[in-house]
């Protein structure tokens, strides 16, 4: 039996992902607020560009959209059909994959907060990391339709547990980059050679993804190229922050960097990307964090 | 011309580092404050184990000891001959580099702060990174010397740079750690399957060598194994600090890092691990951070 | 025409509080969960002991309890009386206040919320301070009846401002006491009179109600006497950051802070005065904070 | 026997506290690099300009100059006569206390810092606190000296412990000011009535002298006067903080508090009063802190 797809949201990541699904479904509709770029998915992939109402009717619906705002709003106004899997792979809140899970159950329809990891880099080669909160059967029966895009799908809790990981994935992304980037000012102030610091803790215990791959392609070459909004990481490290609180736990240094990535996006243009983050650091100290 | 090594100071480090010596040089001379353990590595290794005396005689020495004052205390005493070049592997203070490169250039003997990162398996294996403060060309000099036992060796640049380098690093450790530690504890304390969660973040952007290699491997199966004393790293915490405030730049993530450091070093048994600095957060939080 | 008044709620606060109210109003109810304590407040101030049915039937009714969701839970099982006024002297909520005014007043019952300061010296004697967020003419209408008890009556806005007021106000009490802990051991540590320093940031630009009154009556002579419980204040910073966080503001010293109260909060026993939290700082540095 | 006495540093503190001396001493010496403002001095109040080498062959000369570097330039250039007494009022570094200190004791001269606070009103007035360490017998010989400008002169410990108090007296008021700032900007982003939210503060456990004078009369009526300079003020935070490392003690808040001065510090311009520091803030919130 045939399964029909939708997926809901043509943005950067969307628009990669939804790509990827022809490859495996005869049937993939996609829909966009600005319908032209589903349109043009279609003409580009193969897809279907739907209304919205034909879409909530596929066997398996995917969301990737800003915030779970939208997510909502959708689901309220338009209700999958009865017995559908929706997978939303927006880096949404934990909170609200458990009410929308909850509400979606009563009509039979299972809801999978299924946010992921790879940037646009990833989405274009069907590499992402999905982490999976939900229904664990849920989630076998619609591991199929996640594999066109992904290399490692992962089951980590119940409902919002998708979400939790990505918020706290994202935070340590947030920690790491600015502690780079305060560690390499000091360096810098002393005279350092900092490409050949940075050479060397990357060949040692201090080493992280911010080290290896944001900082020099992003950061030291001054490009911040716009793949992952400012504000939006912002925004995740206060979901990150969020667990700890309402868990009663303190959380200290991932405060602190929430504290520092809100300052940093509401001081900067708000088209930067999340590397530009350390133009505030520069602002404090007058040092600028370029290759030599 | 054959060149005489010595190496002064017989720890977890520089054991394993001078054994590497002999394939490359005839004349290793090792010492250490507690005898036996030299005429040990000379018995096990074909080093020669001599007196102090002798020991600074030699072409190139090294030094690896806990802290900058023991290696001060030492050259004070026993000064190294004309024209020889000190190589500091230490994990230092780059004050004191600086100080001590330019007391012994008046006796035209070159000083390296050159401290080691890949911790004991990296020095077993000849495979650490060399990070080189101080004079250019007496770091070509001595190049071959360092060889034998690192994969990497890199000029980062003047007196002290070396030292700093390695500071920042294991600040970077620290901050990376630590950081891991309060996320994992949040997403517990939400019933996240935190190791299904860890497999997701070190395939995604929140990824570190912390996150890698010291949560699972020391902290998520309680071994916390002592290779790496929680009160040296508090300490060179310190001396990444130090950079920052001499050069009057503000550092709230490291400065916090650093306090948090302080407060776990004091309050955990002498002999901890590291990794154990995650125990203070436990007894914050009565979440303990250990495998599902 | 007699107005009625009702207290609910006999703590340490409620009790002292309703005990002003005989003076000026001859219909005084009281209501606690363990009855008995409403018997002896009768007894002793002249009030009467009623059900909370006839409680909730007075004009003016005020609560004083340990957190929101105690008083949410007592209006939903027995609402007030149609016209009347609904005092909450409760450290609360914002959200919740502003919530349960709306459902009020759909049943014209104006809720103000209304905390208090001073402590327990405060409530004996009748000088409390009285934060008062909701409905200005109905503050006017309810002002007589809070005056016994307070020497300062304020409106600082809509519902939920009282609370933010007072919540913010321990925020910066916590702030000012941790501070003022750091601080002072590491004048100890420096060999410093602490006595003496403490006379002189009393007399100088550094000091607060923490230095003046805190420090000296609770912590230097080590009596840590409970009259505001550690629980409470970790749980009204947690208020305080809520507001920073619901406004997408960054906070980072008061984050910071509700970080070292939660940490606190969590590893001392749980009867701990508030001013026990510097135990906590004395656990990292092994320095007590006593008078010489 | 008459005592002679010499002030040297004729800024905004020592102009006002000098004037009061010739009230209780006949030979009052005054110095200034810029020479004028001595004259000036002696113009107006009836002291003596003269210089600098007349100046340090006075009974007790007292010194307030912008930091410690500038009051060991002058003595290691013109050493104090054998048998004086230097008082040193500025704030200055304990490190340097202590130095200094010993090199003069070898001279007999008897060296105390004694920094004071109460701003120039204090000065002005002749009501400041002088904090002092060093000799405690010195200080009784000296006390006579300093009564014309001071309505505290307390003893707080050995050589660097006057400077140690006023560093962290400073470090707390910097620490209260921020806090305040931060609270307030969350009242005033939910619609708090900030002014009445100040009047129930100041009337409660959360009140400081930052919430009673500085905010109010420097920071809502938005005219930041330049009495004492934001940059003197971030320096103050470093020697606090130095306290705390070179003590090794951990002391998170104040060490991110000593990260924010620095920020705002090199943020804002050169002549900001150090209540100024709130705009690096504003700038991160867009909310201004100012009267309704």
């Not at 490692?152 to 979400?163: A, M, N, P, T, Y």
């Amino acid at each position: 039996m045939t399964q029909s797809i939708a997926f809901i949201g043509m943005g950067a990541m969307g628009w990669r992902m939804a790509a990827h699904l022809p490859k495996a479904f005869s049937d993939v509709r996609v829909w966009n607020r600005t319908f032209s770029k589903a349109e043009a998915h279609a003409a580009e992939f193969g897809t279907k560009a739907t209304s919205i109402e034909q879409a909530v009717q596929a066997d398996i619906i995917f969301s990737c959209l800003p915030t779970s705002s939208e997510v909502e709003a959708i689901i309220s106004q338009y209700p999958p059909k009865n017995g559908s899997i929706w997978i939303d792979c927006t880096s949404g809140e934990p909170s609200s994959a458990k009410k929308v899970a909850e509400q979606l159950a009563a009509n039979n329809v299972a809801f999978l907060d299924a946010p992921v990891s790879g940037q646009t880099i990833g989405a274009e080669r069907g590499t992402l990391t999905v982490m999976v909160g939900g229904n664990k059967a849920a989630l076998e029966r619609a591991r199929s339709a996640m594999e066109p895009f992904s290399s490692l799908i992962e089951h980590v809790g119940d409902s919002g547990s998708g979400f939790a990981v990505k918020a706290v994935n994202n935070m340590l992304l947030a920690v790491n980059l600015w502690a780079v980037a305060e560690g390499f000012t000091a360096l810098k102030a002393h005279g350092v050679n900092i490409d050949s610091a940075l050479t060397c803790i990357n060949a040692s215990s201090g080493r992280s993804l911010a080290s290896e791959v944001t900082f020099p392609q992003r950061v030291l070459n001054r490009e911040f190229p716009l793949t992952f909004a400012l504000s939006l990481l912002a925004k995740d490290t206060g979901i990150a922050i969020d667990l700890a609180h309402t868990a009663k736990i303190p959380a200290p240094l991932l405060a602190l960097t929430q504290s520092l990535y809100r300052a940093a996006s509401s001081s900067l243009p708000d088209d930067s990307d999340f590397s530009a983050s350390v133009k505030l650091l520069e602002s404090w100290t007058g040092i600028e964090l370029k290759s030599n």
